[in-house]
């Protein structure tokens, strides 16, 4: 294992967490595509389930494990634990760290998915939820409680494309005793390193960039030794069962390894398309945190190394030649030729999805940026 922290990221990513089979010498990892794992005797099956070693692929697996390893150090975290999917990553890590009677202040404006299963799953637990526009930090600091256990984010934010301040809201959360979460997805590693900022955990949906392929779905916490150890056991192996089949994890990692170039080039197009769309006359607004014009392009320039990531969002403006934003919208997207219409994000095809009031969020793709904006202008050019 070649883990030289003295290395720069782009051999780091490659190198971090991997040897050649010991057998074989294979130097590609081989895919451990087995529920179990077979112990010499009675006494080493004890030792193994003890010491966490191979047992049974829902716990653990060397697959899962040289992923673990390469998050790790992608989020300078002491450990890693990863999932089946995003969702399974923060149903796994919240529930592993609440308890009934516990409060959590969530940012609002957060993936829809993550708002249900805190507004409706956990209050079946008990578990007290206030979510506020976290755009402010100081909206946290007014709805801390002294039983607040935890501060959730998310920056940016899907799919308003909003940021954030991860280290003034750590330094908050941390003041109060509460832990703070970060779900970085639409950031990555590669522009935004909670931790370092302050954040406690580090929530991933690796079906999105990290994987980068659009071909399977994944997720992970990242953070200190201890809290993700409470995550390991026995909160996703046993809670929630939502562990990441040992083939993802290969696919992953064989993603992972192009993660830096790939997202510098999502970033690039994504800011090309960002300010084809500022000059277009049918557009109200667009949300790129990479644009000069975002309200907090400076936050985008210490939190996100001055990228503003591969995603962005804009709405038409209303009564474009008589048609309501809604029309309008609906048109504009029908006449997409390149781009598709799909939910997701961080894969090499742009997708594009309407979302609540016609905000429109295009996924950035790894296509040439001039034929993106070129589909853009064409499907413009019916609204006239
Ligand atoms: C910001 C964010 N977090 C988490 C998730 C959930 O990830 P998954 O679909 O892998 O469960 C998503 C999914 O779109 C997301 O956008």
Partial sequence: MNNNLNHDLETKIIHWG????????????????????AAQTVEHFEQLCRDFGYVYT?????NLNELELKLAML??????????SGMGAITSTILALVKSGDHIVSSDGIFS?????MSELLLKFGVEVTFVDATNPCNIKDALKTNTKLVYIESPLNPSLDLVDIETIAQIAHENKSLLIVDSTFATPIIQKPITLGADIVIHSLTKFINGHGDTLGGAAIGSKELIDLVKWPSLPCFTGASLPPMNAWMILRGIKTLDMRMKKHCENALAVAEFLNEEEYIEEVKYPGLKSHPQHELCKTQMNGLGGGVLSFKLKDGINGLSRDEASRILINSLQLCTIATSLGEEHTLVQMNGENLIRIAIGLESSTDIINDLKQAMDKLK
Avoid: M
Wanted: net charge negative; hydrophobic share 30%.
């Fill in 75 to 84: 989020e300078d975290g002491e450990n890693a634990i990863v999932s089946a």
């Fill in 58 to 62: 829902r716990e653990c697996n060397p």
């Fill in 18 to 37: 991997h040897t050649s089979d010991k057998s074989t010498g294979a130097l590609a990892t081989p895919i451990y595509q087995t529920a179990t794992f």
């Fill in 113 to 117: 998915h993550t708002k249900l299963f």
